[in-house]
């Protein structure tokens, strides 16, 4: 009896020590992907200046953009304005994604066809 409750309470604890072990490699995973530099390049198919966000298409597939005061709009290496950014233009969105898989642009960057 007394082996069979020391065997059992070995288990519970080994389950526990690896659940512990996994959540906090979970952890460790989300904040890389949180400071995972991101990029997207395509074309703004709807610009949302009220949320501060664009959606930018690439083939098929429709990513939103964030943006705020501190994105830098640019063509090549010159500063220009963000009303030159309109739906249609080739952009590239450089910046981080958050927790949730969203990119946050710290630059986006003009193409001209």
Known sequence: ???ALFFLLVVVFAFAGYRVQSTVAQEKEGKAAAEKPGRWHGLIIRF???NSAMDVRRESITRKVYFDSSTKWTEGKKTIDMSE???G???I???KYDEKGQLHATRID???R
Do not use: A, N, P
Request: hydrophobic letters at 30%; charged letters at 55%; one cysteine or more.
């Open 48 to 50: 949302d200046k009220d």
């Open 85 to 87: 950014f309109k739906e």
């Open 110 to 112: 003009l193409r001209r």
């Open 1 to 3: 009896m007394r082996k």
């Open 93 to 95: 969105c450089l910046g």
């Open 89 to 91: 233009s080739d952009v």
